[in-house]
């Protein structure tokens, strides 16, 4: 299974990208997906997830009313709309996937099987 992060750039504060990632490879099953995102100096930490079956979404405080998850099955592509980007989303962000059906909640990086290279965002004030 491989994941293809892509959308990252240097934008200003209140400004707007789209991350996508790209699910490719073997036949698999995706029980969810997620975006997690690592800023220097710091842990690697929860952003937005999203069930596969149902689609239900969930996502940190910090990006709530600003960020938007979603999917799209026929492409096994899952998005990450970024509004209002603030310098503090600066980091370098991660997709993952959970095929498996690995128990515990999405906002924990061991329940993800696989992970894509990582996309940067840079936010300037």
């Known amino acids: 299974v491989q994941l293809q992060a892509s959308g990252g750039g240097s934008v200003q504060a209140g400004s707007s990208l789209r991350l996508s990632c790209a699910a490719s490879?073997?036949?698999?099953?995706?029980?969810?997906m997620g975006w997690f995102r690592q800023a220097p100096g710091k842990e690697r930490e929860f952003v937005a997830a999203?069930?596969?079956?149902?689609?239900?979404?969930y996502y940190t405080d910090s990006v709530k009313g600003r960020f938007t998850i979603s999917k799209d099955n026929a492409k096994n592509t899952v998005y990450l709309q970024m509004n209002s980007l603030k310098p503090e989303d600066t980091a370098v962000y991660y997709c993952?996937?959970?095929?498996?059906?690995?128990?515990?909640?999405?906002?924990?990086?061991?329940?993800?099987?696989?992970w894509g290279q990582g996309t940067l965002v840079t936010i300037s004030s």
């Open positions: 999203i069930r596969w079956s149902g689609g239900n979404t």
């Open positions: 993952a996937v959970d095929t498996s059906g690995n128990s515990g909640s999405v906002v924990y990086p061991g329940r993800y099987d696989y």
């Open positions: 490879g073997r036949t698999f099953s995706r029980y969810a």
